[in-house]
């Protein structure tokens, strides 16, 4: 086929690599790409190949380069860095002489996209402060939850400490370039008080295995907890599109995000599907992420693959050191003197490594078994490295760190063994160097993230004084962190559990949670279920059977019927929260804004009464005057979007109560402009306006979809579902006991049948048609009464079966 050149700007001729790197990229990503068939696409990438004096250059699988000398073998190998080398390369002529090229090397398209895979993010320079805001708000709405509703059984972390703290923690992990991090690190900074053991410093992590995360997802769907599996989701997510703000953690953070954002919206199906076990969701997960992306999970999918690649940025990395600076073959035999140095202290895993290693590299490795070996001369002694590397400048040592300690972790597991019980032997000596000389840029300090950090020290405080028990102490980094109980296994060849050595900590898992924080199955319409007996047995009750249904919650006066979420629960975190809020007051940090909840219910299901509870809990804390202000969606529609900040601070000190979120955000032609805006003057600075807002169950998964940090900032609770006979029984009931009534058994059956079958119209609908059907039976009686005095007693009213009569048929549509 002819040759076609897509013009890229910025790919610069006089960089030949550059320009045929931008060529294929452009070529692939065109329509014809797609429809070309594969000989096609092969002739077009080999036909791209650049040629040196006894070498050729292909840009191929992985996005990565491979080089073929004179005997014909193609290896992955970084192009040379120096640009009269890189200059010096021309576009290999057509015909004759040129190696032919194992179709295996030959890119997909779609496998070109993620760049470097090992990088500094925990040890390096500071994070972009968009990054540090946006994963400082996640991790606030990750603690602020009940640790109960949320356990986790892993010695690494401190007592108390929710799942959803723990999950956000093994999601930076496992985007990060090398799970290592500097005790300084404003990131790690973040998640230091949940931690146990932490010190001065460097913290050696291995990397969480994918399942691990997802783990975290799949134990709350166990638990018949989908709401919670959902919070789970939103955190990985939401730290994942953190992440994705910096270079560091952008490739693998990319594919996290991706797979998170498809699960939010797949939550109901893989409640149904856990069923099948923990193993089939996971899989699920692997199919969420998009082609472009699949790279990110060969150390999931395909650990020799991920050896390889591995291997690849180890000697892109060394080939900055002097010793290297000969050319890329060097920079290989470098790269594997120091995998060889590693290699040593765990002998058996060498014949595991050979068979992904190209002739060359196979051959080189093996080579330097002979002690007397020139390239040895690079290895560490005593923990430290010689001149020849440790004089390289501070950034040139992050980047080897990186990579000789991604190489390290990926032949453990390619492998199957262990970290050796005395670390890695390079990486060791390489943050010895680094800490020994460290870089003005990278130790510079946060004022903002001592005062985190001082408020996640309070919050954890708080937590232990408010735990009822003690959770059992901790174990020591020796030891195997536990797994989740009847989870079944996902196939993962690395020990992830086992410690890498002294300073080295493994992750840990959630375990069972108690059948206590399942939530009650909702009885449906047709059923005939007794109702349930919520209130002090009265004679005049006799003949009131009992049945199933949510039992009210009891507080400051009032009394709610809660849906399948714990109300109590609610109000105790609201309370803490409250607290720890309060105590942050003067702090500019957005953790400082007074708490948002989001009820998520249909019309008159008890939206009014849980924001009154919920109003008078933080006045409790301090953080609200106790006082209910309310606006509708037709109010704020009135509203510009720019205007919304200053429309909230007019409601500071007080709870505001937002009726119908889902339609200002889904119906007007201005909704993301007011999702945007709400978001922002809640995390931009400190909010004192509590917020409470409506949403109808159905809306949740598109409310999500377009304004998924909005939702994520809110507290979600689901409210009752007042269809059912039995949830309106028990509604009916603490109805009746605020009300002074009491109903007889025969009332009972009368009012279970009228229940059963009424369907309400209009905003007469729910607990407004409960508590209407109500008043009027109460009405008929005391209009028919002979003596109306009788409701002055202590007693209250009984009612019979004939102040019900004909009652359902008045309120009938």
């Not at 990229?25 to 070309?36: E, G, K, L, V």
């Not at 996971?282 to 150390?299: G, I, K, S």
């Not at 735990?467 to 102490?473: G, H, I, N, V």
Request: aromatic share 6%.
């Amino acid at each position: 086929m002819p040759r076609v050149t897509w013009q890229v700007p910025g790919a610069s001729p006089a960089d030949p690599f550059a320009a045929i790197e931008a060529d294929i990229r452009a070529m692939t990503a065109s329509p014809w790409w797609m429809s070309a068939v594969p000989q096609q696409r092969a002739q077009a990438v080999t036909s791209r190949m650049l040629a040196g004096p006894g070498e050729w250059w292909l840009f191929g699988l992985w996005g990565r380069w491979y080089r073929c000398g004179l005997d014909g073998n193609w290896q992955l190998c970084p192009p040379p860095l120096d640009p009269i080398a890189r200059q010096s390369m021309v576009p290999a002529p057509p015909g004759a002489g040129i190696p032919p090229v194992p179709p295996s090397l030959v890119t997909t398209g779609p496998d070109l996209t993620p760049g470097p895979l090992a990088a500094d993010g925990l040890f390096g320079a500071p994070p972009p402060p968009a990054l540090s805001a946006r994963l400082q708000q996640t991790l606030a709405t990750a603690s602020a939850v009940n640790p109960a509703q949320f356990p986790m059984r892993d010695p690494q972390f401190a007592p108390g400490v929710p799942s959803p703290v723990a999950v956000s923690l093994f999601s930076v992990l496992w985007c990060a370039g090398a799970p290592v991090a500097d005790a300084d690190h404003p990131i790690f900074g973040l998640f230091a008080h949940s931690l146990s053991g932490v010190d001065a410093g460097p913290r050696w992590f291995l990397q969480p295995d994918l399942s691990l995360i997802v783990g975290a997802y799949t134990d709350r769907l166990r638990a018949g907890d989908p709401m919670a599996a959902a919070h789970i989701v939103r955190t990985i997510w939401e730290t994942a599109e953190s992440l994705r703000g910096g270079a560091a953690f952008q490739p693998r953070a990319d594919a996290l995000a991706a797979m998170a954002g498809s699960t939010l919206q797949m939550i109901q199906s893989d409640h149904g599907g856990i069923r099948f076990g923990d193993a089939a969701i996971y899989q699920e997960w692997l199919r969420r992420c998009p082609a472009p992306l699949r790279v990110t999970l060969l150390r999931e999918t395909a650990p020799g693959d991920h050896f390889r690649l591995a291997c690849y940025e180890l000697a892109a990395a060394a080939a900055a050191l002097p010793s290297a600076a000969a050319g890329p073959g060097e920079a290989r035999r470098v790269a594997f003197a120091l995998l060889a140095a590693d290699l040593e202290s765990v002998p058996g895993a060498i014949m595991s490594v050979l068979p992904w290693l190209d002739p060359e590299g196979a051959r080189t490795l093996q080579s330097l078994a002979q002690p007397d070996h020139p390239l040895r001369r690079l290895w560490p002694v005593g923990g430290t490295l010689p001149d020849a590397v440790a004089g390289a400048e501070p950034q040139i040592l992050r980047n080897l760190l990186a990579a000789s300690y991604s190489t390290a972790l990926a032949w453990c597991r390619l492998a199957g063994v262990a970290p050796p019980r005395p670390g890695f032997t390079v990486p060791s000596a390489l943050m010895n160097a680094i800490v020994a000389a460290p870089d003005p840029v990278a130790g510079e300090s946060m004022t903002p993230w001592e005062i985190i950090e001082a408020a996640r020290a309070h919050l954890a405080e708080q937590r232990r004084a408010d735990e009822e028990s003690a959770t059992p102490p901790s174990a020591d980094g020796y030891e195997a962190t536990s797994a989740w109980p009847g989870a079944d296994p996902v196939a993962d060849p690395d020990p992830v559990a086992d410690p890498a050595g002294p300073e080295q900590q493994g992750t840990g898992a959630w375990p069972e949670s108690p059948q206590s924080t399942s939530p009650p199955t909702t009885v449906g319409p047709g059923e005939s279920s007794v109702p349930p007996t919520s209130v002090t047995p009265d004679p005049a009750d006799a003949g009131r059977p009992e049945g199933r249904a949510p039992k009210p919650v009891e507080a400051y006066g009032m009394a709610f019927l809660p849906g399948a979420d714990d109300v109590e629960r609610l109000l105790t975190e609201l309370r803490r929260r409250g607290k720890w809020v309060q105590s942050l007051r003067g702090q500019e940090v957005s953790s400082a804004s007074a708490p948002a909840v989001l009820m998520v219910g249909e019309i008159s299901c008890g939206q009014r009464r849980l924001t009154r509870m919920i109003a008078r809990a933080l006045a409790e804390g301090g953080v609200s005057s106790g006082d209910v202000r309310t606006l509708d969606s037709d109010d704020l529609a009135e509203t510009d979007p720019r205007q919304l900040r200053e429309l909230l601070a007019e409601h500071g000190g007080h709870t505001l109560l937002i009726e119908g979120l889902d339609s200002l955000i889904l119906d007007d032609d201005r909704g993301a402009a007011y999702a945007s805006a709400l978001y922002r003057a809640r995390v931009e600075g400190v909010s004192d306006t509590t917020v409470t807002a409506t949403c109808a169950p159905e809306r949740l998964a598109a409310l999500s979809q377009v304004s998924p940090e909005l939702v994520t900032d809110f507290r979600s609770v689901r409210l009752p579902d007042l269809s059912g006979l039995e949830t309106r029984a028990e509604l009916a009931s603490l109805l009746a006991t605020e009300r002074h009534l009491r109903l007889t058994g025969g009332a009972w059956e009368v009012a279970r049948r009228d229940l059963a079958r009424l369907r309400g119209r209009g905003r007469l609908t729910n607990a407004r048609l409960v508590e209407a059907y109500l008043d009027r039976a109460c009405s008929r009686h005391l209009s028919q009464a002979g003596e109306t005095h009788v409701f002055h007693g202590e007693g209250g009213i009984t009612l019979d079966p004939s102040d019900f009569e004909g009652v359902a048929a008045e309120l009938e549509p």
